[in-house]
């Protein structure tokens, strides 16, 4: 989901691969703290969104 108000997104959340025991690739992602906060907060809605980028 992206949305075009928050210039930074694509930086708060990457998609990576890293292998599991068996040396197989597992797709991951990787945030920063921007990213594990508006995660963590649960937003819903535009109006909360705003709210907690702001």
Not at 27 to 46: E, P, Q, S, V
């Amino acid at each position: 989901m992206k949305y075009k108000h928050v210039s930074n997104f694509g930086l708060m959340f990457n998609q990576t691969n890293i292998p599991d025991s068996y040396g197989r690739d597992r797709k991951a992602y990787l945030i920063n703290r921007d990213g594990f906060t508006l995660l963590a907060m649960g937003f819903t809605g535009k109006d909360a969104l705003e709210r907690k980028l702001d």
